[in-house]
């Protein structure tokens, strides 16, 4: 049974700090791309962040770089995301998702496993 489930989300203040955890299991967590995905009310889902198997490869949205880092354990098959200097257009429910490929996608329909979600509130 493939489980993928998030923590570390909540409440931050603006310019503050989360880091948001993914422990996977029931699937190869090695052989597969790993990504953060991100839903802000009222839009659409987008990749915010994604890492390939073996973390020799990373994407990070331009409205996220040099912010946030996505990084992978593959001995504890957990993806993590460091989110710093949060601004409240960070506000948002994040997921996380596996895709087999060994390619990054960006789009929601290459992946296919998903977890259920942690909230992230950036207050101003």
């Known amino acids: 049974q493939v489980q993928l489930v998030e923590s570390g989300g909540g409440v931050v203040q603006v310019g503050g700090s989360l880091r948001l955890s993914c422990a996977a299991s029931g699937f190869s967590f090695n052989t597969y791309t790993m990504s953060w995905f991100r839903q802000a009310p009222g839009k659409e889902r987008e990749c915010v962040a994604a890492t390939r198997a073996y973390g020799d490869s990373t994407y990070h949205a331009n409205s996220v770089k040099g912010r946030f880092t996505i990084s992978r354990d593959n001995a504890k098959s957990t993806v993590y995301l460091q989110m710093n200097s949060l601004k409240p257009e960070d506000t948002a429910v994040y997921y996380c998702?596996?895709?087999?490929?060994?390619?990054?996608?960006?789009?929601?329909?290459?992946?296919?496993?998903w977890g259920q979600g942690t909230q992230v509130t950036v207050s101003s």
């Open positions: 998702a596996a895709d087999q490929s060994r390619f990054i996608a960006t789009t929601q329909r290459a992946y296919d496993y």
